[in-house]
């Protein structure tokens, strides 16, 4: 049977005669890596565009069409050490990059407009006690009034369009008083100017807007990454599967182009990428990832598996079923559903700040008009002084307090190894209580290590791991990688459903089941000491080995653990699979509180409860059992190598093996948190001061505009302070 | 004073010439890689080769 690799489906025309492909690429971090990249694809001949996207951690190529297979470039990305697979861009995606760039188009007319105007409004104010005439000034205001009229009109979209979405559903977001406050500046404004009045505020209103879309724009860059990032980890799992397109023929080909009803084959040491039954064949399959149990399975004709199942011993036929069809996953699905639509509605600081903002500063605006009007003003006097007090207080810092925040705060926590899923999941983690753990592949690590390998002669061990190489089974896997063996011995022979044995020179060496090496008294000695492990035994002439394998526990687990419990943070482990596993996992790790067996039903009810009592959980696990107890939970995390369902439903993902990530992930977020509030109190803070002025009537535009970039720098450099947390501290 | 024709047209001009220029290179994709361009200015440009070696 030949395997080919279809890419076809990720394809696209790129002009006549032009092929376009984009791929994900893994481990792209740095500059070198960009050249390196860039060089090595340029240099096949026929590329005419190769350019790596470093924010995206994407490649770009495009080709002459005819001569080239994709399926080429990212063999050609794997000889230079990168692995890639094929990309799609979501619409979602798609939208959320035209966003962006609209925003920047804003910001730039905004700026412009912003810089001329200014340099029309320096004139007149240092002017209006000198030597400038009348006739100048009001040329200079028209002048600015023809800029700033057009700029806030294209530019001030984005909060026109929100503010009057708001309005139209009975709801007052933050866009409603800043859309106010511009449109009241800019219309009081042309009535001054046809006034030959002294003052104008076109820069003021131009200004607000240049620094409110500068937040807009950080928000937006935030949520663009955190979507790219999504998508990346989409097309990085690996997410293809061999299919039969004839009787005998096979093909690799991305999940997306399999249907219900076509067969697939299963290797050993595969993971199962769809849902389905077998149709023939006998194995052993791992379902950890979607159960928790860590004891393997036996499949055989008619035992459905599950997208995520890690075929152990055997190659099997699958037919592909509709994803709703098997129980579990219906069962899971339910439950998600449920947890999703229970999630309770979480109002944003930023959405609370503005509900209590709006009514206040239109209030004031209007207590301070009424004011002048009963104090003899004329209504003109008392109306640009209303006027007056809402350009003052339009909530520029207000606008960037929390967006400068986060854009700082989740690059620095992406520097750290953690990806945001959700843009308020700063805010809901920096404010847990309890954590959740889950045990398989969040405490462990999903791969399997040799637990003794201390003990084994070094020697020993590289024949064992060249022996190991030849064979596709997991735990020979775990053995051949702890050994660091690079070539497999030539001339093994695997024994199905046994071991592998080969020749040394005249000695026989052999590597499996206990019994296939004659080892079964060692064997059982390790297994009492080791309860957990898997034994692998392995024979060199007369001498006898045995290799424990199991799950190991994330290499900084222990005192990761030890440093949540030091900011005052409980911790609870809750896991499906057996109690001993469970409770050595608990003590190695100085966790009191945890319950095995557990159903994904029983996770969601724990997690209520806890809900019921005030605390705020964080819910951490990798498993399809856990994707519904993810969504129920205050807060939630995964690894990257969860389940699809899973990492889609956390709000965060943490890369790598170390556990360190998650606390990171905590401190950042408290540090951000806090400064949000800060921010928010600095802003307050602002108009404590500059209200006063503004209703007492003796505001310029000079000291508005003073006021209000002011206010917002010190918004923004407050919110770099956000990256400056003691990492990791124990 | 009578300078301030030619001046303020000529400012408001350089201003909207570099209006335009933002907006041309964001339509070319210059802001699409933020992180990227940053490393590019300071990576090592390799002379233009007719057929790369292998």
């Not at chain 1, 687990?557 to 419990?565: E, G, H, P, S, V």
């Amino acid at each position: 049977m030949q395997a080919t690799r279809d890419f076809s489906h990720y394809v696209k025309d790129a002009g006549p005669g032009l092929r376009h492909i984009d791929l994900a690429v893994e481990g792209v971090s740095c500059a070198a890596c960009m050249s390196k990249i860039e060089r090595g694809l340029s240099a096949i001949p026929d590329v005419t565009l190769a350019r790596v996207n470093l924010t995206d951690r994407r490649v770009a190529l495009e080709w002459k069409q005819g001569t080239l297979d994709p399926a080429g470039f990212i063999d050609r990305l794997a000889e230079l050490g990168y692995k890639a697979y094929p990309f799609e861009t979501a619409g979602a995606e798609a939208a959320e990059a035209e966003q962006s760039r609209f925003l920047l188009r804003c910001l730039g007319v905004a700026a412009f407009a912003t810089m001329n105007v200014m340099m029309l409004s320096i004139p007149v104010w240092s002017g209006n006690g000198s030597d400038m005439i009348p006739e100048q000034r009001d040329f200079f205001h028209r002048l600015s009034a023809l800029i700033a009229l057009p700029a806030a009109a294209y530019a001030g979209q984005p909060f026109f369009r929100s503010a009057f979405r708001a309005l139209r559903t009975g709801n007052v977001n933050m866009d409603v008083p800043i859309s106010i406050g511009v449109i009241l500046a800019l219309a009081m404004s042309v009535v001054e100017t046809i006034n030959h009045a002294e003052h104008t505020y076109f820069d003021a209103a131009i200004m607000l807007l240049t620094f409110l879309l500068i937040g807009r724009y950080l928000d937006q860059s935030m949520r663009r990454r955190t979507r790219a990032v999504a998508g990346n980890l989409a097309a990085l799992k690996a997410e293809t599967a061999t299919k039969f397109i004839g009787a005998d023929e096979i093909s690799q080909v991305p999940v997306a182009a399999i249907f219900p009803g076509d067969i697939v084959l299963l290797r050993p040491g595969e993971r199962c990428a769809v849902d389905g039954t077998v149709i023939e064949g006998r194995s052993e399959i791992d379902q950890s990832l979607i159960t928790g149990e860590t004891l393997y399975v036996t499949a055989e004709q008619g035992t459905p598996v599950y997208a995520g199942s890690l075929n152990i011993s055997g190659t099997l036929r699958v037919r592909v079923s509709a994803a709703s069809e098997g129980t579990l996953l219906a069962e899971i699905t339910r439950l998600l559903d449920n947890a999703l639509q229970a999630r309770s509605r979480y109002v944003r600081l930023a959405d609370r700040a503005s509900r209590l903002y709006a009514p206040v500063v239109h209030a004031t605006a209007l207590l301070t008009m009424l004011g002048w009007v009963l104090a003899g003003a004329s209504w003109h006097d008392a109306i640009v002084t209303g006027v007056a007090v809402l350009i003052i207080t339009c909530p520029c810092a207000l606008g960037l307090a929390i967006p400068t925040v986060q854009t700082v705060a989740s690059g620095a926590m992406f520097k750290a190894g953690v990806l945001l899923n959700s843009g308020d999941a700063i805010e809901r983690l920096a404010e847990i209580d309890w954590i959740i753990f889950d045990k398989t592949g969040t405490l462990t690590l999903p791969d399997l290590e040799v637990v003794n390998a201390a003990g084994i002669p070094d020697d020993v061990f590289r024949l064992a791991g060249q022996l190991a190489l030849t064979s596709h089974h997991p735990v020979a896997a775990a053995v051949a990688q702890a050994a660091g063996a690079k070539s497999p011995l030539v001339g093994a022979v695997e024994v199905p459903g046994q071991g592998v044995r080969g020749m040394l020179g005249q000695t026989e060496m052999r590597l499996g089941r206990p019994s296939f090496c004659d080892a079964e008294q060692l064997a059982n000695e390790r297994a009492r000491l080791d309860p957990e492990a898997s034994i692998v035994a392995f024979s060199l002439g007369e001498a006898r080995y045995v290799f424990a394998v199991r799950q190991g526990l994330r290499p900084d687990a222990k005192a990761m653990i030890a440093a949540l419990q030091k900011r005052n943070i409980q911790l609870e482990i809750l896991s499906g699979d057996r109690e001993p596993a469970v409770q050595a996992a608990a003590r190695a790790l100085g966790i009191g509180e945890w319950r095995a067996g557990v159903t994904p039903a029983d996770k969601i009810a724990r997690i209520e409860d806890l809900k019921r009592g005030g605390h705020k959980v964080l819910m951490v696990g990798d498993g399809l059992n856990d994707a519904p107890s993810l969504a129920a939970a205050h807060v939630s995390m995964s690894p990257i190598s969860a389940a699809h369902l899973s990492q889609a439903t956390a709000d965060l993902v943490f890369l790598g093996k170390p556990l360190a990530p998650v606390v990171a992930a905590v401190d950042y977020a408290r540090k951000a948190l806090s400064l949000m509030r800060q921010n928010l109190w600095l802003a307050v803070g602002y108009n404590v001061l500059a209200v006063p002025i503004a209703i007492s009537g003796v505001v310029t535009p000079l000291i508005a505009a003073a006021a209000m970039s002011g206010s917002s720098v010190l918004v923004m450099l407050n919110a770099l302070r956000a990256r400056r947390v003691a990492q990791g501290r124990a | 004073m009578e300078v301030m024709v030619i001046l303020v047209p000529l400012a408001l001009g350089l201003g909207l010439a570099g209006l335009l220029a933002f907006l041309w290179s964001l339509k070319s994709g210059q802001y699409d890689d933020l992180e990227g361009a940053a490393w590019r200015a300071i990576a090592d440009d390799e002379p233009p080769q007719e057929k790369p070696a292998e």
